[in-house]
């Protein structure tokens, strides 16, 4: 089985580093990640759980639209960033809800009709393919794992950084998970554009890996 995924380019402790990372300003722009809004809009609303959420922007989405969402992160600063933000769009706890918590140590009795991770990639120690596996344990039959990744490395990163740049690959994803065929089924498996500007302003086009899988009806809980 390959744990190529499951890397880290510092030993920084994994907190320590999220927090320096958020302690300053704000890091992400507060927008849903696309392929989440254009996933999700065709799924039936339920209960959703975010890892890795950063500053709430998924979720914020999620709880808009209908759904009764969960964020989670190892950052405290980013978790109250995200509450923040919710309450400033008049989210309840009763729709966006957020925690600070290791996902290697997420102790859940809930059940997801959707969880999703969107971009749960870094440079420091994490266990990610034993994550989503724990996570995919909490979805109900019928609910849905959805993942979306860098493909490829951003236009403007210069050689060093495209060499250092983790990328992914729709079919590595599903191997890497190894999830019972019996109990899962691939719904979406591909590579998908998404319009981005870089740093200096230049409109780009960045490629994202999006795997959606299904637990199938017959699967126990």
């Known amino acids: ?28 722009s507060g927008r849903v990640n696309a392929a989440l809004a254009d996933v999700a809009a065709t799924l039936p609303v339920g209960d959703a759980l975010d890892l890795g959420c950063g500053e709430g922007g998924d979720v914020i989405w999620l709880a ?9 992160d190892i950052s405290a600063t980013a978790v ?11 989210l309840g706890e009763d729709r966006a809800s957020f925690r600070d918590a290791d996902l290697t140590r997420l102790d859940s009795s809930d059940r997801f009709d959707l969880v999703t991770a969107s ?15 724990a996570a995919a344990e909490l ?8 993942l979306t990744t860098h493909a490829a490395p951003p236009p403007w990163a ?15 994803e599903v ?18 554009a998404r319009s981005a500007v870089g740093p200096d302003g230049t409109p780009a086009e960045l490629d994202d890996c999006v795997v959606l899988l299904r637990r199938r009806e017959s699967a126990q809980a």
């Open 1 to 28: 089985m390959s744990h190529q995924h499951e890397h880290r380019v510092s030993d920084a402790d994994p907190k320590e580093f999220w927090e320096e990372r958020y302690g300053s300003a704000q890091v992400w």
């Open 64 to 72: 808009e639209h209908g759904w009764a969402a969960v964020g989670v």
């Open 80 to 90: 109250g960033r995200a509450r923040a933000a919710a309450e400033a769009r008049g």
């Open 119 to 133: 971009f749960l990639q870094s440079p420091v120690a994490l266990a990610r393919r034993d994550i989503l596996r």
């Open 139 to 146: 979805i109900r039959p019928g609910g849905h794992l959805l």
């Open 158 to 172: 210069d050689a060093t950084n495209r060499a250092a740049f983790h990328h992914f690959t729709p079919e590595q």
């Open 175 to 192: 191997a890497d998970l190894d999830l019972p065929a019996e109990e899962w089924e691939t719904v979406i498996a591909e590579i998908r």
